[in-house]
């Protein structure tokens, strides 16, 4: 029985990453904005790391209506007349195809029939019997000629005009399914006034919506009006300047066709000699190439006949606008900004190279198993031999995921996502891991947790590190050393209730070691009501650089916070006492003594010297003392000087200082201190005076008091003999 709970124990970091990597498989499966976001930034990176190179020679060129144009020319929209006369020039020069990237939906108002039209009548009937020209069927008619394309949009439904669907010049055969049903379907179309639209060779949708994030990707190629299909601009194009009629598509599961993933749909479509790679809703996937790679006439030229006649001929001439103020502008996924006719010309561009992004219908499912084996693959390292191998192992696959991907698109323009399946496997690995480590930490916990009941935690962990320092012997260190006691507690405790003192002293040792731990204090012992805490006291990497300036934050954290707990125990009527700090740093021996049972510690006089400044506060009337040594290495001193005490056994003396706030510092009485210091340690007669005249400013201050009583004595200079410890 407890075997088989053993085992069921040690599966349980299994069993929870196998969880995490179902519940990793659904969300990544899933139709989520952030995934499509997060997908949309690894195929982006793609083109960015390989944008599409141009067509060189490629039949496509843009007639741009820019801003010099409209300088030149004259407001938008021109009148139409003067677009029939392009028009006309364009087929006669013998472009392959005339595509405008507008659409006409009114009347031209500019027409003289139409002018004329608005004169009162009495002026109209002196044209009777005259024919006004109609800039509309002027233009209508060059139309008819042939070769042109006009656009329209998709509306909302509200812009109907009640006139029939527009007759297209196209059929569209489709394998079963259907590839109507997948098509995006649009409530209504923007369409041209009856006579253009009547006349034109083909009618194509500009319409190009952007992401969420407001960049393009895809284009679809055709969208669905009720029951009737209505070709991109582009594939009008191609069309027109093929001289065809008919649109093909292929559907999964018509035709031969077969997918391997779960989006069945379309599969492509043709156009002439040309075969369309598209997703299941039939839209074209661009790979952009740089703005500006594109060869661009702007429209005066040629109103100015400024253009090659040989440059026009043959090509598919796309009409469009660049310019401000007319603002078709798009981003793509380079971050350029360009304008709706470019993109145009890009796809068209795209479909002539045969350079086609394609996103495989099987991909998620490879993606999926990649997955499934990477996350595997870690789950089983994890648990064998630790996190470190399997973090090496998971990165090694990360990459190799991340390189095939890049490598499939630029060889075969392949789009596989390596971002999400990477996304799962590390939060496998980071589950896994974590939950390996929780069950092992769990089994440790009582022991660990048993022993840091006698021992300091920081102890516990450097000799986890180090466990050879758990044999006897010691190394050379500098360390810092804070004594603490509190004053006057033994007799406390014997005179006060048990049920009172226990508690008490217990939250006063909690806090203080608290605090002590806080700052990387290695607490070596408590004794009653004192406590001796170590700095710098571990081998690498526990090493403190800075631990003089650790101890001093320590003991100034442990004094403020010891005067205002005395203080709310005095007022609670407990006369609870200050507390007496002594720190000071040197060279110790650090290490294991003893026999059958070791001892942390540290032996050497600058250990003494601390404990020894503890008691001499009493003395001095401070709280505090600070040895010089340890103020060699504090950046945020605030205090004076004690004195320099020559401890009892030493020869040598110890320089002491008394921390304090700015304020008490800058107080007049810690200031006249001062000045009688420096009487003092010049050994000035008038040193007695002035030491006075502090304790007429402040009567309380001990270390004045002190002093004072020494100068009587006849002990001048700041050379203070200790006689006892």
């Keep these: 029985m407890g075997s088989t709970a053993n085992i069921l124990r040690k599966l349980v970091p299994v069993l929870i990453s196998f969880a995490v990597l179902a519940a990793c498989i659904v969300i990544l499966r899933a139709d989520i904005p952030l995934n499509a976001r997060l997908r949309n930034v690894v195929f982006d990176t793609y083109q960015q790391i390989d944008p599409r190179t141009p067509f060189e020679g490629s039949p496509v060129l843009i007639v741009d209506i820019d801003d010099v144009s409209l300088q030149k020319i004259g407001q938008w929209p021109w009148p139409r007349d003067y677009l029939a006369a392009i028009t006309g020039y364009l087929q006669d020069i013998g472009a392959a195809a005339i595509v405008y990237d507008v659409f006409f939906a009114e009347p031209d108002g500019s027409s003289p029939s139409t002018v004329f039209g608005r004169l009162p009548e009495d002026a109209r009937s002196l044209l009777d019997g005259i024919t006004l020209p109609n800039n509309d069927l002027t233009f209508a008619s060059t139309i008819a000629r042939g070769r042109v394309v006009l656009g329209m949009s998709i509306n909302d439904g509200s812009l109907d005009d009640g006139r029939p669907p527009p007759d297209l010049h196209y059929g569209i055969t489709t394998s079963e399914p259907s590839a109507m049903r997948y098509l995006p379907a649009a409530p209504g179309l923007t369409r041209n006034i009856g006579p253009l639209e009547e006349s034109a060779a083909g009618l194509g949708m500009i319409t190009i919506s952007p992401d969420v994030d407001g960049v393009i990707r895809k284009v679809p190629i055709m969208y669905r009006v009720g029951d009737q299909g209505y070709a991109s601009l582009a594939l009008e194009a191609l069309r027109v300047a093929q001289g065809e009629n008919t649109y093909s598509f292929k559907t999964v599961g018509g035709s031969g066709e077969q997918g391997f993933g779960e989006n069945t749909g379309i599969v492509k479509m043709k156009v002439g000699q040309f075969i369309i790679p598209t997703d299941h809703k039939g839209a074209m996937r661009i790979h952009f190439a740089h703005a ?224 002590g731990l806080k700052h990387g204090g290695y607490l070596d012992k408590i004794v009653g009501d004192a406590t001796v805490f170590h700095f710098n006291a571990f081998l690498p990497p526990l090493d403190q650089p800075d631990h003089r300036q650790r101890a001093y934050d320590c003991a100034m954290e442990m004094n403020a916070w010891s005067d205002a707990y005395s203080k709310q125990k005095q007022a609670e009527g407990i006369p609870l006492n200050e507390t007496r700090i002594g720190i000071n740093s040197g060279m110790v021996t650090m290490g294991n003594f003893g026999g059958a049972v070791m001892d942390y510690t540290a032996h050497g006089d600058a250990i003494n010297t601390a404990a020894r400044l503890e008691s001499a506060g009493k003395f001095l009337g401070v709280h505090v003392s600070l040895a010089g040594a340890t103020l060699e290495g504090v950046s945020n001193f605030v205090g004076r000087p004690c004195g320099t005490l020559v401890l009892k056994g030493q020869t040598t003396g110890t320089p002491v200082f008394e921390p304090m706030t700015q304020e008490r510092l800058n107080g007049p009485a810690v200031q006249k201190y001062l000045d009688a210091y420096e009487l003092m340690k010049a050994e000035d007669p008038k040193a007695e005076e002035a030491m006075e005249e502090v304790l007429l400013l402040d009567p309380d201050d001990g270390l004045a008091k002190m002093h004072l009583q020494r100068l009587r004595d006849g002990q001048n200079g700041i050379r203070i003999v200790m006689t006892s410890k």
């Design 292 to 515: 500006g790679a594109e060869e661009v006439v702007p429209i005066w030229k040629i109103v100015t006949g400024d253009v090659d006649p040989a440059v026009l001929q043959g090509r598919i001439v796309l009409i469009g606008t660049s310019a401000i103020g007319l603002r078709d502008l798009r981003f793509n996924t380079l971050g350029e900004e360009v304008p709706g006719v470019f993109m145009h010309a890009q796809m068209i561009d795209q479909i002539l190279t045969e350079s086609y992004l394609v996103r495989p219908d099987w991909a998620e499912g490879a993606e999926f198993i990649l997955t499934i084996v990477v996350s595997f693959l870690l789950i089983v390292v994890v648990m064998r031999f630790g996190a470190v191998w399997s973090a090496i192992l998971g990165g090694v696959l990360v990459l190799a995921g991340a390189g095939g991907a890049v490598w499939a698109f630029l060889e075969m323009r392949l789009l596989f996502d390596p971002l999400l399946p990477s996304v799962a496997a590390l939060a496998v690995f980071m589950v896994c891991s974590s939950a390996r480590y929780w069950q092992t930490e769990r089994e440790q916990k009582f022991i660990r947790g048993a022993f840091k009941t006698f021992v300091s935690p920081n102890l516990v962990d450097s000799l986890a590190l180090h466990p050879e320092a758990l044999k006897l012997g010691g190394t050379r260190k500098e360390c810092t050393f804070i004594f603490t006691d509190l004053a006057g507690f033994t007799s406390f405790v014997e005179k006060s209730d048990p049920e009172v003192a226990v508690p008490l002293l217990n939250d006063y040792i909690d806090n203080m070691v608290r605090i």
